[in-house]
């Protein structure tokens, strides 16, 4: 029988008959006495069962009791037991369908099939079982029997049921040649224990930790005195399988108040390796759970910067679900219902060589300011390194720092004049100054005059005569101008999975404005990424899209307008050939292996004056930027950079 009007819920009674003999004469009595019709179907035995389950079972898909439907061991309450049962299920609410199957009046029992179904989460198969359901005639009519395995089959008294969380194993970050770059590895949390030691302890702890850190001690020991008083407040994580580090652990160790967690998190290669472009893993900040839509939550481990960040939806995986029937008292007492196992995260595969990332990074170790340092493979355009050096503060100066890129912008230049005409032979005019609308511009301090007056386009550019370039302002329109940086590919918006910048141009610039321009200063602006992207395109000879993800086809980016072809290439390679062999970049004259092409750079700014110093150059398949913030100059301190970065790799 299936009573309406109650979706989800059905029933299939059969009820135990009387004797034959007082059946037939109930019925006479009613036939009689003329009543058949008017039999109350409401009184049948089976009509008041179902009618009665029905409506227990609608309260216990709602997790409440139905007091009047239910009868239990004596000193057991019912609503208060199911509650603590299902205190570890989430605030889920289960669906159920029920189904009558035996009733027997004479034994006073019955008993009932509950279908149970929890929605765990969205996306995955729901946790579906059957209970039985006893069923019991008392004074007071029938009953529900309440144990809990009318909740679950096996649940025990002393038990709840649960829902575990199982992390699913991070996805690694592969480099070039399938090198792993960041992966699950087993570190050290270290840091100060709170409840191991008095307040006087844990600060002289926490100085004592901090001076072997090398972190700033006054700061560490406000943290821990700010602490509760049993908190643990973590100084640095060491990984297990660096030695150095895992030194270091032992050494911290030994000071007391000091603890080490042993935990598994992604990190990378080393504390420093392309870090701000790897990025780093940790607890979730309160900004990422509010911006995941659900997908981060409060205490999750999750990407915090880089390539851990922008790729966590991909690195993260599915993680997995149990549940469990756990002990109420003893947690010890844990065993498995039902699992969905968690997905491993997907690895993402990036074009950084480890080889040339080490070297890079290597070569800026000693210098003073902010620096970087970019390579990139001409034929396909991908990053082989991205470097920033320690005055960068942790901040990615490869990939996001904005300078005027000063002469390493005369190969832009030259491509526009190229375009009008000029070849490697042009002569041009290198005068000592140059005088527009009233300003002075002048050559470096210290340009040869032996490369001085009407000289070719080559000398010009070989020994960076600024005057040459902007004596040749009234030959090039500034569309000209940032038409050949579009041909170089400097002022493209190139999607690498990181945040990153190229490099940027005034569009209209007249003047002083447009002269500035010529020599890359003004409104001009570059990263090392920029100017190792020009440098790539003029290896290759057609504009090059520097590419960090390798998973899948390239973003699709335009091309420019008046794209550049061989010729053009040929030419400016000339020129850059000729910086090395007879100008200021003569220091990589001695760089072993093919051919060096380049350009050094020294760009003002700032007052009083200073200036930042650039390197591009060129050896086969490799394009490199070199970048150094308040050099004294391009030749003198970006130069000895890229020679020990060619001589390494």
């Known amino acids: 029988m299936q009573p309406s009007g109650d979706r989800g819920v059905c029933f299939n009674g059969r009820v135990r ?22 039999y109350d179907q409401a009184t049948r035995p089976q009509n008041v069962i179902e009618a009665m389950v029905r409506n227990a079972v609608a309260n216990l ?9 239910w009868t239990a061991a004596k000193g057991v309450d019912p609503q208060a037991d199911l509650t603590a049962i299902v205190k570890g299920m989430g605030g889920r609410k289960p669906v159920l369908n029920v189904t009558v199957t035996d009733v027997s009046e004479e034994q006073k029992t019955g008993s009932a099939t509950l279908a149970w179904a929890w929605h765990l989460r969205d996306g995955d198969p729901d946790w579906s079982y059957t209970t039985s359901l006893p069923l019991q005639l008392t004074e007071n009519g029938w009953r529900l029997v309440w144990s809990p395995t009318v909740v679950q089959g096996s649940l025990k008294s002393v038990e709840r049921l649960s829902v575990t969380a199982l992390a699913a194993a991070r996805g690694e970050i592969v480099g070039a040649n399938d090198v792993r770059l960041a992966y699950t590895q087993p570190a050290n949390r270290v840091g100060i224990d709170k409840s191991l030691v008095d307040a006087a302890t844990a600060e002289a702890a926490a100085q004592q930790l901090a001076t072997l850190l090398g972190q700033d001690a006054g700061a560490f020991v406000a943290r821990v005195k700010a602490a509760g008083s ?25 000071i007391k108040g000091v603890r080490l967690i042993l935990v598994q998190r992604s990190l990378g290669l080393t504390s420093s390796f392309a870090r701000p472009i790897l990025g780093t893993v940790g607890e979730a900040t309160q900004e990422l759970v509010d911006g995941s ?91 082989l390194a991205i470097a920033s050096g320690p005055g960068s503060g942790g901040l990615s100066t490869a990939s996001l720092g904005q300078a005027p890129p000063g002469s390493t ?23 000592p100054n140059a005088v527009v609308d009233g300003y002075r511009f002048d050559n470096f301090q210290g340009y040869p005059t032996s490369a001085l007056g009407n000289v070719s386009l080559r000398t010009a550019f070989a020994n960076s005569c600024n005057t040459a370039m902007i004596n040749q302002r009234d030959r090039l329109s500034q569309a000209q101008l940032v038409q050949a940086a579009e041909a170089l590919g400097l002022t493209a918006d190139v999607p690498l999975g990181i945040p990153a910048f190229l490099g940027s141009m005034a569009t209209k610039a007249t003047g002083t404005d447009h002269a500035a ?53 040929d030419a400016i390679r000339t020129l850059m050939r000729a910086a090395v062999t007879e100008g200021g970049a003569g220091i990589l004259a001695r760089a072993p292996g093919q051919p060096v092409y380049a350009k050094t750079g020294t760009a003002s700014y700032g007052n009083p004056v200073q200036y930042h110093g650039w390197m591009i150059a060129i050896r086969g398949d490799l394009a490199v930027a070199v970048f150094a913030a308040n050099a004294k100059s391009g030749a003198t301190t970006a130069g000895p950079v890229m020679l020990d970065l060619l001589n390494r790799i």
């Open 17 to 38: 008959r009387q004797p034959l003999l007082i059946l037939v004469g109930t019925l006479l009595v009613a036939l009689i006495g003329g009543g058949w019709w008017y």
């Open 61 to 69: 898909g709602v997790l409440t009791i139905a007091p009047d439907s």
């Open 230 to 254: 049993k908190a643990f407040v973590e100084a640095i994580t060491l990984r297990v399988e660096d030695d150095v580090q895992h030194a270091l652990s032992d050494q911290a160790a030994t």
């Open 293 to 383: 839509n659900g997908a981060i939550k409060a205490g999750d481990q999750t990407g915090l910067s880089g390539l851990q960040l922008s790729r966590n939806s991909v690195l993260t995986g599915k993680p997995g679900l149990a549940v469990q029937a756990v002990g109420r008292t003893n947690a010890g007492l844990v065993r498995d219902l039902f699992r969905i196992e968690p997905v491993t995260g997907t690895t993402v595969h990036i074009s950084l060589n480890r080889d040339v990332q080490q070297a890079a990074e290597a070569v800026l170790a000693e210098v003073p300011g902010a620096a970087g340092l970019v390579a990139i493979r001409p034929s396909d355009g991908a990053l």
């Open 409 to 431: 912008f005369k190969t832009v230049t030259s491509l526009a004049l190229i375009r009008t005409g000029a070849t490697p032979d042009t002569p041009v005019s290198c005068t």
């Open 517 to 569: 321009a010529m020599i890359g200063q003004g409104a001009d602006l570059a990263s090392p990424l920029g100017m190792a992207t020009v440098a790539a395109s003029i290896a290759k000879g057609s504009v090059v899209r520097p590419r960090l993800i390798m998973d899948g086809a390239a973003p699709a980016v335009p091309d420019p307008a008046v794209p550049l072809n061989g010729d053009e290439a």
